[in-house]
């Protein structure tokens, strides 16, 4: 792991076992965050976990639907049982991340494209693609008799 920002801080993230939470998790752990994985899909979540920890990171999975509010309230207290703590990430996770132009200068992203702008950004992106064939090398010989 890498850059040590969050080293000794716990950082909950709920959606964890796939995509942007996914991405989140790992970025934590790679920070030295403890992680603790908040899903509805289980399985998916420990996917994410057991790559963290393949990479000495630290992660732990609970299934929880964060829409029930009983299972919030037992996933924290079983989160307060096993790390003692809960920082509070979301602004330091904010002023590193949320902003598209920070992100952008850190190198996470590679182009911002303003919301206005999205729809003829693909469309021209995709017709690049319209005519594009791949590109097969000349054949020395012809078919093969058998």
């Known amino acids: 792991m890498s850059e040590n920002s969050?080293?000794?801080k716990t950082a909950i993230v709920t959606?964890?076992?796939?995509g942007i939470g996914k991405s989140i998790?790992?970025?934590f752990a790679k920070q030295g965050a403890e992680v603790i994985i908040l899903d509805t899909d289980e399985a998916a979540a420990q996917d994410s976990a057991a790559n963290i920890k393949k990479n000495n990171g630290t992660a732990m999975v609970l299934q929880c639907d964060v829409s029930?509010?009983?299972?919030v309230t037992?996933?924290?207290v079983e989160i307060i049982a096993d790390f003692k703590k809960i920082d509070t990430l979301?602004?330091?996770y904010h002023e590193k991340y949320v902003d598209a132009h920070?992100?952008?200068?850190?190198?996470?992203?590679?182009?911002i494209i303003e919301p206005s702008a999205t729809r003829p950004?693909?469309?021209k992106s995709l017709s690049l693609l319209k005519d594009k064939r791949q590109v097969r090398p000349k054949r020395k010989h012809g078919n093969i008799p058998l």
């Open 102 to 111: 920070r992100a952008a200068s850190l190198r996470h992203i590679n182009d």
């Open 68 to 71: 029930n509010y009983d299972m």
């Open 74 to 76: 037992k996933s924290v």
């Open 15 to 18: 959606g964890g076992g796939s």
């Open 25 to 27: 998790s790992w970025l």
């Open 90 to 92: 979301f602004r330091e």
């Open 121 to 123: 950004v693909l469309i």
């Open 6 to 8: 969050m080293a000794g």
